[in-house]
């Protein structure tokens, strides 16, 4: 055979091993970066949650709906479960006449032993993080969210209060929770108005978890 034809060949074939060896190295290079940008993303989201490990629950009481809004925000922010706690007797207005000294919100927030009744189960074994809400009912906690604490164990869970409020800070409530049920890790609390927002919940959790 001739031996320009052979070194042709020689050459082609080299070409051809090169060409091959070059596109096996950037596939890898391509999916090693891709596996490396989802990594990322991966860890972009769970910068939004409490940790990936914990699973979270929003657990709320609201009467009139201002402390259903913080909640669902608080659920768009962890990506948590949210429960309600429902009363077996809906509030009404009437309930809430904070001026009538004989409306039912009243006897209740003033009788140390009164526990309204809850309607729904409420099951919270399985989380490790509970978001606890209420509105302030005369610079305290309803006295629902004390039945939901008789009925549910929460001992040794890490439980983050959050109010509303249209004047009334979250203290005189906080100090009632962590001395009904010492057991429970309790954490410093947060109110808000019925203005907050997506944002204000947002730098909140933000702040607990740094």
């Known amino acids: 055979m001739n ?31 891709k596996k490396t940008n989802n990594t990322n993303e ?28 913080v909640a669902d925000f608080i659920e768009n922010k962890t990506g948590g479960d949210s429960i309600e706690i429902e009363p077996k007797y809906e509030y009404t207005d009437d309930d809430l006449d904070y001026n009538n000294k004989n409306s039912r919100a009243n006897k209740e927030q003033n009788n140390s032993k009164s526990r309204p009744e809850i309607q729904n189960n409420l099951e919270t074994d399985s989380y ?4 606890l809400g209420y509105p302030i009912w005369w610079g305290d906690v309803p006295k629902i969210i004390l039945t939901f604490l008789d009925t549910n164990d929460l001992s040794g869970k890490k439980v983050i ?18 001395n009904y ?20 919940i947002n730098e909140w959790i933000d702040s607990i978890n740094n």
């Open 181 to 200: 049920n010492k057991d429970i890790n309790w954490t410093d609390g947060k109110r808000f108005s019925s203005g907050a927002t997506q944002n204000d």
């Open 3 to 33: 031996k320009k034809i052979i070194v042709l060949i020689v050459a082609i074939v080299i070409i051809a091993i090169g060409g091959i060896g070059f596109w096996f190295m950037s596939s890898n290079s391509n999916k090693s970066d």
């Open 42 to 69: 991966n860890s972009k989201v769970n910068t939004n949650n409490e940790t990936s490990n914990e699973k979270v629950a929003i657990i709320y009481f609201s009467a009139t709906g201002t402390t259903r809004k």
């Open 128 to 131: 490790d993080v509970i978001y």
């Open 161 to 178: 209060p959050f109010c509303t409020s249209g004047s009334s800070g979250i203290e005189e409530s906080l100090d009632t929770l962590k």
